[in-house]
């Protein structure tokens, strides 16, 4: 078997539903456009690698189905 290690730690979680703050810098990107894209360049200019990038299924209060795309950042 092989022991592969993506990242010696998580450090990051973006959605495209949810506003984030960097644990970084503490910079904070809510729900625009282009805050998903913006979120993600930001994690990977503090030098972090995307270890993944897929969609997430949630329900919303009333118990509707959201959608989003969300991204897992590490070093």
Not at 4 to 9: D, Q
Not at 43 to 49: A, T, V
Not at 50 to 66: K, M
Request: net charge negative; proline share 4%; aromatic share 10%.
């Amino acid at each position: 078997m092989y022991n592969m290690v993506l990242a010696e730690e998580l450090i990051a979680y973006v959605s495209s539903s949810l506003g984030h703050r960097c644990p970084v810098s503490g910079c904070g990107y809510f729900l625009t456009p282009d805050s998903f894209q913006d979120g993600c360049n930001h994690m990977l200019n503090h030098g972090f690698k995307c270890l993944h990038v897929g969609q997430e299924t949630t329900h919303g209060p009333n118990g509707d189905l959201w959608h989003s795309t969300v991204a897992v950042f590490g070093k």
